[in-house]
């Protein structure tokens, strides 16, 4: 967990997202990478065929960010920890995954308002854009975390061997977090394993890791999405992890927009993994 990055529009919930990468990165020693992506149109430029830096609108918010970026870097819980940060112009969730891949980032970290409407720009759908599109996992943060506890992670999954690696990703961040993962599929009544034939598909899933501290979970609900939600507010679990595919942002096993709508509801951080 050497470096964490943390788009950030200098919300409210961006701040949230910066003081728990804050936690994480005291606890490894990570580095801190800010970016805020001013997000202009193409179209707006070709027009008039100048650069960014010569777009009055364009540097209007470059200053903004400038001074805002100051105001964050002053931040005491900031003390102590090698940060680094850049303003960019470019489409925001693109920009972010391009980002995270240049600077060979282990981590993203975001704040999302949840299903509130969207109000902002950047916080909300383009949160769910990088979600669905990132190859980095991306810990996606809802409330003031006065304390970032990772005891217990949900990790929902159908079990299916395509999403094997994510698991493996999983096992990765508990065992650097020290978690306990608690493996859970969901029955629906459109999608029902009985209990004998679905612990055999998580046995075989998981007979390859060498990692012990688990449980192994069978929860029926309406939806797998309710489903996920209520088994982890039964276990009060400290963290969600769910798998996300490129085309959609959508897990294998997921009918419809899953992994979206757990990062829309979820109280809990939720930290998603790319099949």
Not at 102 to 122: Q, T
Not at 200 to 213: C, G, P, V, W, Y
């Amino acid at each position: 967990m050497k470096r964490i990055l943390v788009p950030t529009d200098f919300s409210k919930e961006a701040e949230f997202a910066t003081k728990t990468a804050a936690k994480i990165a005291a606890k490894f020693g990570s580095e801190i990478f800010f970016v805020h992506m001013i997000d202009l149109p193409n179209a707006e430029l070709d027009k008039t065929h100048q650069s960014i830096s010569e777009v009055p609108e364009a540097l209007f918010f470059i200053k903004l960010a400038a001074k805002r970026f100051n105001e964050l870097l002053s931040q005491d819980f900031l003390d102590n920890i090698t940060i680094h940060h850049s303003i960019k112009t470019d489409s925001t969730f693109a920009g972010i995954n391009e980002t995270a891949e240049e600077l060979d980032i282990d981590l993203i970290v975001m704040g999302s308002h949840g299903a509130s409407g969207f109000k902002e720009i950047f916080i909300g759908s383009n949160t769910e854009k990088v979600v669905r599109t990132s190859k980095v996992p991306v810990l996606v943060i809802k409330e003031n975390e006065q304390e970032f506890k990772t005891d217990h992670l949900v990790f929902a999954s159908d079990f299916q061997f395509n999403s094997i690696h994510t698991y493996k990703k999983a096992v990765k961040f508990a065992k650097k977090f020290d978690s306990k993962i608690h493996l859970l599929l969901v029955n629906t009544p459109n999608n029902f394993s009985s209990t004998t034939e679905a612990k055999k598909r998580i046995a075989n899933f998981i007979e390859h890791s060498d990692f012990t501290n688990y449980t192994i979970n069978i929860y029926n609900d309406d939806t797998v999405e309710k489903g996920i939600l209520n088994f982890s507010e039964d276990i009060d679990a400290d963290i969600i992890g769910i798998s996300t595919t490129g085309r959609q942002g959508i897990a294998h096993f997921f009918n419809g927009s899953i992994s979206q709508d757990i990062v829309n509801h979820a109280i809990r951080p939720v930290i998603t993994f790319k099949i």
